[in-house]
T-cell receptor, first 115, second 115 residues
Framework: GEDVEQSLFLSVREGDSSVINCTYTDSSSTYLYWYKQEPGAGLQLLTYIFSNMDMKQDQRLTVLLNKKDKHLSLRIADTQTGDSAIYFCAERRGNMDTGRRALTFGSGTRLQVQP | NAGVMQNPRHLVRRRGQEARLRCSPMKGHSHVYWYRQLPEEGLKFMVYLQKENIIDESGMPKERFSAEFPKEGPSILRIQQVVRGDSAAYFC?????????????FGSGTQLSVL
C-alpha cells in the first residue's frame, strides 16, 4: 500500500472551511508538503512544514502536524470555487547523505467546491 | 523567470516506438526530478539528476527507461520500445537549493499515450 495516504474526495460549499487529511508512515520524515494540481497542469507548491513544528499558517492555509500520530492536515479557510483541484501531501524522508532526496506523494484528494 | 518547461505537452506513440520527453529546469536550478503519474494516482518518483550525473534512479524501471541531464541543454527522459502500460503523465521538477527545505517546482507535464 501507499506510504502516504489521503482520502480521495472532499466536497464543501463555497465560504466553508475545507480540511484535507494525510497520514504518513516514516517517522524520519523531515519536511511535509502540500501541493495543488489543477486539471491539465503540474503541481503547485502551496506550503510546507518542518517536522519539528506543529502548526504553520499562511493566509487562508493552516497546516497542522501531529508527529506522534503521523498525521498532517491542510485547512483552507473561506474556500472558493477556484480552490477546486486535487491536493497532494508529500513527505521528504531523512538522510540526505545517501543522496535519496525524492518526495513521496499521496494519491491526492479531489476537492470540489460547490457554489 | 520562466518556470519549468516540458515538451511536448502531448506525445502519441505506437507500441515499440521510442518516446523522448524534455525538461528545461528553472533558471539557476541544477537539480532535476522525473515523476510519473498514472490516472487517479499520485506521483511516483523515477529519477533524480544533477548536471551530468544520475544521483538516484531507484524509481526507474530497469529496462527501456533512461534519463540524462547534460551540461548543456534540457534533461531528457527516454523510453524505448514503448508499451501501453507506459501511458501516463510524466512530470519534471527542478530545485535550486540543496539540503533541508528544498522546494520543488513542477512543469506542466507530458502526457504520453501509447496506441
Amino acid at each position: 500500500g501507499e506510504d502516504v495516504e489521503q482520502s480521495l474526495f472532499l466536497s464543501v460549499r463555497e465560504g466553508d472551511s475545507s480540511v484535507i487529511n494525510c497520514t504518513y508512515t516514516d517517522s524520519s520524515s523531515t519536511y511535509l508538503y502540500w501541493y495543488k494540481q489543477e486539471p491539465g497542469a503540474g503541481l503547485q507548491l502551496l506550503t510546507y512544514i518542518f517536522s519539528n513544528m506543529d502548526m504553520k499558517q499562511d493566509q487562508r492555509l493552516t497546516v497542522l502536524l501531529n508527529k506522534k500520530d503521523k498525521h498532517l492536515s491542510l485547512r483552507i479557510a473561506d474556500t472558493q470555487t477556484g480552490d477546486s483541484a486535487i491536493y497532494f501531501c508529500a513527505e521528504r524522508r531523512g538522510n540526505m547523505d545517501t543522496g535519496r532526496r525524492a518526495l513521496t506523494f499521496g494519491s491526492g484528494t479531489r476537492l470540489q467546491v460547490q457554489p | 523567470n520562466a518556470g519549468v518547461m516540458q515538451n511536448p505537452r502531448h506525445l502519441v506513440r505506437r507500441r515499440g516506438q521510442e518516446a523522448r520527453l524534455r525538461c528545461s529546469p528553472m533558471k539557476g536550478h541544477s537539480h532535476v526530478y522525473w515523476y510519473r503519474q498514472l490516472p487517479e494516482e499520485g506521483l511516483k518518483f523515477m529519477v533524480y539528476l544533477q548536471k551530468e550525473n544520475i544521483i538516484d534512479e531507484s524509481g526507474m524501471p530497469k529496462e527501456r527507461f533512461s534519463a540524462e541531464f547534460p551540461k548543456e541543454g534540457p534533461s531528457i527522459l527516454r523510453i524505448q520500445q514503448v508499451v501501453r502500460g507506459d501511458s501516463a503523465a510524466y512530470f519534471c521538477a527542478s530545485s535550486q537549493t540543496t539540503g533541508e527545505g528544498e522546494k520543488l517546482f513542477f512543469g506542466s507535464g507530458t502526457q504520453l499515450s501509447v496506441l
